[in-house]
């Protein structure tokens, strides 16, 4: 069995623990992080993209406020590039009465979030689908990230400072030595789920960042963490219909927020207390609540084209808590094992939102330091990321690059501008286990046709690259040892930049690796590649399948069924480790269902 | 006013069109865009599988195992063959061969991943590709055409038995342009001396006995002459093997109809999205349809006819439409539709399921003489037929059972409009229709 | 900046199903990289657009040339020439537009200021050594076919001179005669008030403005939007009261009944009563037809006819109404173009860096002239510019629908283009 030595072992790969990761190995410790699947796979890669402006919680939660305002100022300097700064409005609408905008208003000024109240002609200007019955609208400061690019980019300035990042690894049980009452965590057996190997990590610091998950890993510790997963389904519209982050001026609730992302529109959110992290179904009254809340702010929604729908699930704590989940705190929670459960080395950081995966980070390895007797102060708040000189994000930025350098007739998913080069770039510096794990990276198939096209195409190129690799790898290859070689992911959702690089590895100014070669091709099974992307699209078509996406449906199902015949390649009985995972997409037992009565005031995130 | 306005203009409304102009009534076909040929492989599929999966070798008598509901089920066997058989001496007149196997089994040719496709009536030169013949495939691609990649397909005919091997050519070879279109590559491909350059470079390569498959790219109008001229120079066996949409050989089928419809003295009009339509109680206190208005710049402009065929298609055509609330119309009668009515029972959890999904069931029903009925049964309008991929109890798909099914329905409807519209009726009535 | 609504077209980018029937299709693209198609620069680019970004982050759709082919084929509705249109006006919105643009999109200046002095208008347009300076100063093709300044006055002098000819009736219809019949072609519109006043109407022709399309199709909206409300201003009254409003340049009614509101937003009521009241002159001769009114008093002409029926009259989506006309007449021996698009979709052929590109464009129209026998006489076409590119791509007098109509009736010349 493998072992592995290290200072500080962090489980999640999402924007927390490689939060983590980056601070700590900012901090000069060593240190490894192990995430089940991909990178984002959880919450991180399932949320709608806000940068809050600390707004929403500024009537309720002024504490929690301040830590936006303050994080969303430090984001903007150290991950720009994955930030798009689309400005928010908080919008009065007929359905919200009484003293809230007045105490909003007051409260943004006393935790110094930046507000201004505009013009309802000056907001429908900038926003004309806006509600023209809305009474007041308040500009903030929001934004809207790509949390996928942003997560990449923190992993990689993470492995510049020295840190191992080891996905596709599951965590089969931590290591403990001493006895009860005085336990201490000392490391981890994990498994690589790509090729079944156990590795064996040892750590004077386990932080559990697993966040929904988050139970379960503290569990192998003997310590009982009561995590609430909070389902929230989100629906992406087939485009931009508005272009500034839509907030209501009221209590957060359900379905009051739309965020323009990327391509599209996203309404977001429901809170519902679920069991099981990994088994999210999303109900039809959850997408007819959206729709009718995102009516309230932009009346004809709801008969716009729907992209998609999914379900992420917030690692919600409270200690001692037993009510409804909208009821839970959002603020970031540091459990002490040592303190709470006499359990040493041993942290776990979960609540909090992504805005403040930073502060996260900061306050939990201060924790870290404080318990391994070691003063190193937090840089990340003041260390870009690689990939900042780029800018902002803007909407047109891949149509810019691909007219700039011509590279239409390079286009393999036409419908987000993912050329040839940006995939077979991301094939051979990520991991690659599914094409959704390249969807992360590039955007591949996210567009209107959700693969009804470029799945196809990317299998095919994959499987040639493969082929054509001069010495095919063994199988035993692991996405990790790939992932160990250079990576660049600063650009990699540059047409530009991966068409001047074609077959290599794209020029890092920033790495800390050099002389390494781009890692082998690893071989797929392309059918197996097919039919898991395939189910993977399905999962979130199906609770929104009606006029033009089903017709778009329509079309795939004539291209992968009666023109390509997929259901009938060989190879039918294999499966990937997330095979199981795209399978499950259980239809709603009921129709129609109603949902809970409201509660008086929620919170939400 | 015209005998019969045809909506639609797939291979249901086409070929509906091209019977009934040559038995003599006047025919505007309308349509909101070019048909549908384009999406498709450009053949004629019968049907490929069983609802169970079971993979069908000879379909007409397969056909007996689909629910009795089933419009495949409406008609015999005999009508089917002449249907079918009429569709290719069409084509033939055109220049394109379409052939099956024998006595009528299914055609199993590869599709651009490499998976058997089944098939009843192929173009020639994609039947060329059958994979019931022993002969070894070669197959050709190109490094930059996005939609055909030889490799994979050549690996997945290899785990299934046949002997394949891959080819990548660069794109230059045939093109000097950088747009990687199909329908454009095959438009260039017609220009003289094209394949030269890519004769020069397979002439050597080629093992005795290879066949050799290409992407479907070769040739529009002139594919025929093209693709024998290609066999004598290269010394084999040419085919192709169709790929994503825009599909090159459902653009020439779509041509080759457009002609023989035009030359039957028909003719379609494109861009006309139906709007609204006229009724009025007919002698036997049935409503008849009286006009049916399209969309202009304008005004609505209303077409006039004694008969109307319904040839929308389903979903994907446009025939029927659904919002977020589980409500689905047909979109030019508003005719009810046998669709489930709540959301959630309208898919299976995977999308390859054989079963399919009960959504794609769901359509306009008929009754014996391909007029709809309502909910009770009873017929809707005395001068309305339905044909093609609106029809309930089908989800042609899945059945490997488009185009046939719009074929042979269309066939069936036309049939039924002759026996109460026949052409001497509209003699005296005056015509737009030109010839 | 537009003003969106969810009536706007980009919105019906929602409908596009990414089947690429339209590139398929498109005749630009079929003949030029630089093109990279309908849907590639319409619905697919119109989801990275942001009408409030302060940059346009793309230039290929600059070579749509708007001849909406891609409307026409798509199977699912998506208004892509209307979105590439706004597109390229967001352009000229954030990058400003060419002095040659900006004078194309001027037709109706240009008609006049040359209508001052046509002879030398013509020579000073004509000349090859100017052709010369235009192509290199402004980009002006120097092979693309240009129109002449009538030599014998504009439509409007001609109508001022026979005032006292004209006919007099309580039926009433009013003319449309759009700049290039007025400037160029006045005998167009003398041939349609001749067979409008041979059916019994007293022909109006009230003051009108250029309908705005070659700024729209230049990208200048605001300029457009001006024009566009002048003739609403002027015409709008006539629709009210039940004159139909009758144009025989198809590319201008398509702008007063479709592209001009819709591209500009404009729903308000007098706009839709100008909509409503607006006819192309075979749709209307067309519905006199079907009513049992049109004059059949027919001599026969005797020759064979191409008619390729423009973009801008398939894109009223009203059939082929002239080809219905003509085809009574007796000995026409019609024959039905069925090429996509002659090329030079308004302005679009005049550019130095797209003139080949619409002759390119062009051939499939050309080479179907050229099958149809070697003594042609005529081409007919409804649209005046696709005219003087069919008689550049093939040599042949090229004459509108109504001018052969005209002939029939025993009103006109066809030769010399006058009437009798």
């Known amino acids: ?605 | 006013m015209i005998d019969l306005l045809v909506i639609g203009a797939g291979l249901t409304g086409l070929t509906a069109a091209i019977r009934a102009a040559q038995a003599g009534l006047t025919v505007r076909v309308i349509s909101q865009g070019v048909g549908s040929q384009l999406w498709g492989a450009g053949t004629i599929d019968l049907l490929g599988y069983l609802p169970d999966h079971t993979p069908v070798q000879m379909p007409l008598v397969a056909r007996e195992q689909l629910p009795p509901e089933h419009p495949l089920r409406q008609v015999d066997a005999a009508t089917i063959d002449k249907a079918l058989a009429s569709v290719q001496d069409w084509l033939a007149a055109e220049g394109f061969a379409y052939v099956g196997a024998d006595q009528g089994a299914n055609l199993w040719l590869p599709s651009a991943v490499g998976a058997k496709r089944p098939t009843y009536i192929a173009p020639s030169t994609q039947a060329a590709a059958r994979l019931d013949d022993p002969a070894p495939l070669h197959i050709v691609g190109f490094d930059r055409l996005r939609d055909f990649y030889p490799t994979l397909l050549a690996d997945n005919l290899r785990r299934q038995g046949h002997d394949a091997r891959a080819h990548m050519l660069p794109l230059d070879l045939i093109t000097q342009r950088h747009d990687a279109n199909n329908v454009h590559l095959a438009q260039e491909f017609e220009e003289p001396a094209r394949f030269d350059a890519l004769v020069g470079s397979l002439r050597y390569v080629i093992k005795p006995g290879e066949r050799i498959a290409f992407p479907a790219i070769l040739g529009l109008a002139k594919h025929a002459q093209l693709v024998a001229d290609l066999q004598s120079a290269i010394g084999a066996p040419i085919a192709e093997i169709p790929t994503l949409p825009p599909s090159v050989p459902g653009f020439r089928l779509h041509n080759a109809l457009s002609h023989q419809l035009e030359k039957a003295g028909g003719r379609v009009e494109t861009n006309m999205k139906p709007l609204e339509f006229g009724t009025e109680k007919s002698k036997s206190e049935k409503d008849n349809i009286t006009w049916v208005a399209t969309a202009t710049s304008a005004r609505p402009r209303r077409h006039y006819a004694h008969a109307y065929l319904l040839a929308t298609g389903g979903f994907l055509g446009g025939g029927f439409n659904t919002d977020h609330t589980g409500r689905s119309w047909e979109t030019v009668f508003n005719l009810s539709l046998t669709l489930p009515r709540h959301r959630d029972q309208w898919f299976r959890p995977e999308f390859l399921d054989p079963a399919g999904h009960a959504l794609f069931q769901g359509g306009v029903q008929v009754n014996h003489a391909w007029q709809p009925v309502d909910a009770q049964g009873k017929l809707v309008y005395g001068n309305l037929w339905a044909a093609g991929n609106l029809l309930a109890h089908a989800d042609a798909i899945r059945s490997r059972s488009h185009e046939a099914l719009a074929i042979v329905t269309a066939a069936a409807a036309v049939e039924a409009i002759l026996v109460q519209h026949q052409p001497a009726i509209s003699a005296g009535s005056a015509t737009s229709s030109r010839t | 900046m537009h003003n969106i609504s969810w009536e706007s077209v980009e919105h019906t980018l929602d409908e596009c199903i990414k089947c690429n029937i339209c590139t398929a299709y498109c005749p630009v693209s079929a003949v030029t990289d630089r093109f990279p198609g309908p849907k590639y620069v319409g619905p697919q680019a119109q989801r990275f657009r942001d009408i409030g970004q302060h940059e346009s982050p793309d230039a290929s759709v600059d070579y749509c040339s708007g001849c909406r082919v891609c409307n026409d084929v798509c199977p699912t509705g998506v208004n892509i020439a209307e979105i590439n249109a706004r597109a390229r006006a967001e352009i000229v919105d954030k990058r400003g537009i060419s002095l040659r643009n900006r004078l194309l999109g001027r037709n109706e200046t240009i008609g006049m200021l040359g209508n001052i002095a046509p002879t030398v208008a013509n020579f000073a347009l004509h000349n090859p050594l100017s052709r010369i300076l235009a192509e290199k100063v402004m980009g002006i093709a120097k092979e693309a076919p240009l129109p002449r300044w009538s030599e014998n006055g504009s439509l409007r002098e001609w109508l001022q001179r026979t005032t006292r000819k004209r006919l007099r009736a309580p039926k009433k219809v009013v003319y449309f005669h759009g700049c290039a019949t007025q400037y160029y072609e006045p005998f167009v519109g003398k041939a349609a008030i001749a067979v409008l006043e041979h059916h019994g109407y007293e022909v109006i022709v009230p003051p009108q403005n250029c309908c705005g399309l070659p700024m729209l199709s230049n990208g200048e909206f605001e300029a457009a939007r001006g024009y566009h409300q002048r003739n609403v201003a002027t015409l709008s009254s006539f629709a009210r009261g039940g004159f139909p409003i009758i144009g025989t340049s198809t590319s201008c009614t398509l702008t007063l009944k479709e592209e001009a509101p819709e591209l500009l937003d404009m729903r308000d009521e007098a706009s839709e009563e100008l909509v409503h009241g607006t006819w192309d002159i075979f749709e209307w001769l067309r519905e006199l037809h079907e009513q049992g009114e049109l004059r059949t008093d027919f001599r026969p002409l005797a020759m064979v006819l191409p008619y390729h029926a423009p973009c801008q009259q398939r894109a009223h989506r009203i059939g082929k109404p002239a080809l219905e006309i003509l085809d009574l007449i007796p000995e026409l021996d019609l024959r039905e173009s069925r090429a996509r698009c002659c090329g030079i979709a308004g302005t679009y052929g005049y550019k130095t860096e797209k003139y080949q590109i619409a002759m390119d464009v062009g051939e499939e129209l050309f080479s179907f002239v050229r099958e149809q026998g070697p003594d042609l006489q005529y081409t007919a076409c409804d649209s005046e510019t696709c005219r003087w590119q069919l008689e550049h791509g093939t040599d042949i007098a090229s004459r509108h629908p109504i001018e052969f109509l005209a002939a029939a009736y025993g009103l006109y010349d066809l030769d010399k283009r006058a009437l009798l």
Request: hydrophobic share 35%.
């Open chain 1, 1 to 605: 069995m493998r072992q592995l030595q290290t200072e500080i072992l962090v489980i999640g790969g999402g924007s927390t623990g490689t939060g983590v990761a980056w601070d700590a190995a900012l901090r000069g410790f060593q240190t490894v992080l192990v995430e089940k699947r991909d990178l984002t796979h959880g919450t991180t890669g399932r949320y709608h993209g806000l940068v809050h402006s600390g707004g929403r919680y500024v009537v309720k939660d002024p504490r929690s406020a301040e830590e936006c305002i303050q994080e969303n100022r430090i984001l903007r300097q150290t991950h720009t590039h994955c930030i798009e700064d689309t400005g928010g409005f908080f919008v009065v609408t007929p359905e919200d009465e009484g003293d809230y905008p007045d105490r909003f208003e007051r409260a943004c000024h006393d935790v110094g979030i930046p507000c201004s109240e505009i013009s309802i002609a000056a907001a429908l200007k900038q926003e004309p689908l806006l509600n023209p019955r809305t009474s007041r609208v308040f500009q903030l400061p929001d934004a809207a990230a790509d949390s996928f690019l942003a997560t990449h980019a923190t992993a990689q300035a993470a492995r510049q400072a020295g840190a191992t990042l080891l996905i596709y690894h599951e965590v089969l049980d931590l290591l403990l030595q001493g006895a009860e009452g005085d336990r201490r965590v000392v490391g981890a057996r994990v498994r690589d789920m790509t090729n079944g190997e156990e590795v064996m990590i040892h750590a004077d610091m386990v932080i559990n960042a697993s966040g929904a998950w988050a139970g379960q890993i503290a569990k192998f510790a003997g310590v009982d963490v009561k995590i609430i997963p909070g389902k929230g389904v989100m629906i992406a519209m087939n485009h931009r219909i508005v272009n500034t982050v839509l907030n209501r001026c009221k209590m957060p609730a359900d379905g009051d927020i739309i965020v323009p992302i990327h391509t599209v529109a996203v309404i977001g959110t429901t809170d519902e207390k679920v069991t099981d992290p990994e088994r999210l179904r999303i109900e039809p009254w959850e997408v007819a609540l959206m729709l009718e809340e995102g009516e309230k702010m932009v009346p004809g929604i709801s008969r716009a084209r729907v992209l998609r729908a999914w379900a992420g699930v917030r690692p919600l704590y409270q200690e001692g808590f037993s009510g409804e989940s909208r009821d839970v705190t959002r603020a970031l929670t540091l459990l002490d094992h040592r303190q709470r459960d006499a359990v040493s080395g041993f942290l776990t950081i979960t609540g909090g939102k992504w805005t403040t995966f930073r502060l996260m980070a900061e306050t939990t390895l201060d924790k870290a330091c404080e318990q391994l007797g070691i003063r190193r102060p937090c840089t990340t708040a003041t260390t870009p990321v690689p990939g900042i000189e780029q800018g902002h994000y803007w909407l047109g930025h891949r149509l810019h690059e691909v007219e700039e350098e011509h590279l239409q007739p390079e286009l393999i998913c036409e419908c987000e501008l993912v050329t040839r080069a940006m995939l077979e770039q991301a094939v051979q510096h990520n991991p690659t286990v599914t094409l959704d794990d390249l969807r992360r990276d590039v955007r591949l198939g996210m567009g209107p046709c959700q693969g009804g096209f470029c799945t196809y195409r990317a299998v095919c190129i994959l499987h040639t690259l493969a082929q054509n690799a001069e010495s095919p790898p063994p199988q035993a290859s692991s996405p990790n040892e790939r992932l160990d070689s250079a990576w660049e992911v600063a650009y990699l959702q540059s047409p530009a930049h991966n068409s001047k690089v074609p077959g290599k590895a794209p020029a890092s100014t920033t790495s800390i690796t050099s002389g390494e070669t781009s890692t082998p091709i690893p071989s797929f099974d392309a059918n197996l590649l097919l039919r898991d992307f395939l189910q993977e699209r399905w999962k979130g078509l199906t609770p929104i399948l009606w006029g033009q996406q089903l017709k778009q449906e329509r079309l795939d199902e004539l291209i992968y069924l009666s023109l390509l015949n997929v259901e009938h390649l060989p190879g039918e009985e294999a499966t990937s480790p997330l095979t199981d995972f795209y399978r499950y997409n259980p239809q709603p037992e009921q129709f129609p269902v109603n949902p809970p009565e409201p509660t008086e005031e929620s919170s939400h995130d």
